[in-house]
């Protein structure tokens, strides 16, 4: 049995949390596993029920468990408390809790998709590249950070630092060398290191420990580069490594490879207790009006079957299930097109659940 922690938090988390516990339910009671659920406050709905964005209590719920399932943190009602008392602290205060340094945010395009983005078919057909983000520290988290008074008193002064030891780019560089060669035995690592001493270290680092896996090529690129790179090239890339700042702003970027951000999912791992995550936010626009795409959530179920259960064959199957919805031309609004048959975040869930159950 394992004991599954679950932060539905704000806004569109809640609806698609929903989505992704029908699936986890779905695929328990076919398999005849047992998952142990608890739910918990994060973000907004912790600051509004506790007054911080993650109790004590949170914490623990979320250490003692084999996995943790978050939906999505943040929106309009919190956006006047300062950096350290928001919703996103909470989320933030998880992964670090947890101590999962590595975030791994699969950039695959499903069939049926390709002419929803807005990039040219054949420079995104088949897309399936990695992206490896350093989770727990660089500027997200170095200090000195604040917002101080200038002593002339012509105003104040933001201050944020990032920050990267060696012993943290090791752990990230070896986790993306390990994927790669699951995958293509290719890895890109992205710094600014033409600007950024931070980014010379991280350079310096991952080159050595590529020594120890010369079945596996590497290249560095510049993250303005890069940037360009996604869209120029897409399907140049297999691995791509990189600090949490950078992995941040590329995901987004990425997201639109693919046709919707609601489409990409997360597995965030390096303890004993991985935490899953859509890549999305929690869409305060569309909350509460069925309209979000649950598929985000359900494919990072699939990943915590893979990555804390050892369950691979269910992570298959559903992702299969998925697959098999979206070939039917069933859509959310983010990803409709012409002749497709549009649904809502319920019963798109409802939808890949019936799939898995009559497979
Ligand atoms: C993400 C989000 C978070 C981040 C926010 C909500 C704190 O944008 O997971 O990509 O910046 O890490
Ligand atoms: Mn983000």
């Avoid at 949170?58 to 978050?70: M, N, T, Y």
């Avoid at 040219?120 to 350093?134: M, W």
Wanted: hydrophobic share 40%.
């Amino acid at each position: 049995m394992y004991k599954i922690c679950v932060f539905p938090g704000d806004g569109i988390g809640q609806e698609v949390t929903k989505q992704a516990l029908k699936i986890l339910h779905t695929v328990a009671q076919k398999h005849h596993l047992v998952f142990d659920v608890h739910e918990g406050l994060l973000g907004g709905a912790s600051i509004d029920a506790a007054g911080v964005p993650m109790s004590e209590e949170a914490a623990e719920l979320a250490k003692s468990s084999d996995a943790v399932f978050l939906g999505a943190v943040g929106g309009p009602k919190w956006d006047g408390l300062e950096a350290s008392k928001r919703p996103e602290k909470g989320l933030l205060a998880l992964r670090q809790t947890l101590g999962v340094f590595a975030n791994l945010r699969p950039v695959r395009l499903f069939k049926g998709l390709e002419n929803h983005s807005t990039l040219k078919v054949e420079i995104i057909r088949d897309l399936d590249f990695l992206i490896l983000r350093e989770l727990t520290g660089g500027i997200y988290f170095g200090t000195p950070r604040g917002i101080e008074s200038l002593s002339d008193g012509s105003g104040e002064k933001g201050v944020n630092t990032e920050v990267y030891t060696t012993a943290e780019i090791e752990r990230i560089a070896v986790k993306a060398f390990e994927a790669a060669r699951r995958r293509k035995r290719k890895v890109t690592s992205v710094d600014k290191a033409n600007v950024l001493e931070s980014g010379q270290l991280w350079r310096k680092v991952v080159t050595a420990v590529q020594k120890q896996y010369p079945d596996v090529t590497l290249d560095h690129r510049y993250v303005d580069d890069c940037a360009m790179q996604f869209i120029r090239n897409p399907k140049q890339f297999d691995v791509v490594v990189t600090s949490n700042m950078f992995g941040d702003i590329l995901s987004d970027e990425a997201a639109m490879l693919t046709g919707s951000i609601g489409m990409l999912a997360s597995a965030s791992v390096g303890a004993k207790t991985a935490l899953y995550e859509p890549v999305h936010g929690s869409a305060p626009d569309i909350a509460g009006k069925d309209l979000a795409n649950p598929l985000a959530s359900i494919l990072s179920i699939a990943m915590m079957f893979e990555h804390s259960f050892q369950l691979s064959e269910l992570a298959q199957e559903v992702e299969k299930a998925v697959e098999d919805i979206l070939s039917e031309g069933y859509r959310t609004a983010d990803i409709y097109g012409e002749g497709c048959r549009k649904v809502g975040c319920e019963e798109m869930g409802e939808l890949v659940a019936g799939k898995i159950k009559s497979a």
